[in-house]
């Protein structure tokens, strides 16, 4: 079936460190990849998406790349800011059997200190 | 502004009670659904609407109800709450477009949520 697998948070970095969450997902055929984030107390908002191989969704200074090959959509910021505490979700929509629906992974908490 | 509303954002209920939770949406879109996200699950689809009066269910419907009279109205309906349904829930809404590649494409838009407690 379809999945979204992602690391397990919390992340937990300084100001202007690098960040890297690491999402794999399992689908059948050509899925569309999705990162949201949900700010404290706030909803989810799209953050950046891809919906083919080898593109790359960029966003507030967020990149991720669609790559088939390792059925994976990594975020990557090079500088993070204390106002990108949040909690980042991966997701994906199915091209056949579900699509639906969003397929969310577990979800990351990300904690920026000063 | 272009959004998604849902009332209430909190609450406390007993088992048993029923309730219903409201959303709504002005950006016309056909597409709604309600999610739920518990920890270390993410979210999970309750019930989608691709129209008006076409409802279906998602992953986890058991306990829910949903109607969809008007566009933009999609209301979540618990008719007798238990402590397992204790959850935030999300409401979202998308446009769709004949073109099946096309609507894979589209994001959902959520609402703020709405925290649920049953004792």
């Known amino acids: 079936g379809n999945s979204v697998t992602q690391m397990e948070g919390p992340v937990t970095l300084s100001e202007e460190a690098f960040l890297t969450i690491n999402c794999t997902y399992t689908a059948t055929g050509y899925p569309s990849l999705f990162w949201y984030v949900q700010y404290p107390g706030e909803g989810l908002q799209l953050l950046l998406k891809a919906t083919k191989a080898d593109d790359k969704g960029s966003n507030k200074g967020f990149e991720a790349t669609y790559r088939k090959e390792t059925t994976s959509f990594h975020l990557e910021k090079g500088s993070v800011q204390v106002s990108d505490s949040a909690v980042y979700f991966c997701?994906?929509?199915?091209?056949?059997?579900?699509?639906?629906?969003?397929?969310f992974g577990a979800g990351t908490r990300l904690a920026v200190h000063p | 502004e272009a959004q998604v509303t849902q009332n209430p954002r909190y609450l406390i209920t007993v088992t048993g009670k029923k309730l219903t939770v409201t959303c709504s949406q002005n950006?016309?879109?056909?597409?709604m659904s309600w999610y739920r996200q518990d920890p270390g699950l993410g979210l999970r689809q309750i019930y989608y609407?691709?129209?008006?009066?076409?409802?279906d269910k998602g992953d986890v419907p058991e306990g829910y109800k949903v109607s969809r009279k008007e566009k933009r109205n999609f209301p979540l309906i618990l008719e007798s709450p238990s402590p397992n349904q204790t959850s935030l829930y999300f409401c979202a809404s998308s446009p769709t477009t004949p073109g099946l590649a096309a609507f894979l494409h589209y994001e959902q838009y959520f609402g703020p949520g709405t925290r649920l407690t049953v004792t």
């Open positions: 950006m016309n879109h056909e597409y």
């Open positions: 609407s691709m129209n008006v009066e076409v409802t």
């Open positions: 997701a994906l929509r199915p091209f056949s059997g579900g699509y639906n629906k969003l397929i």
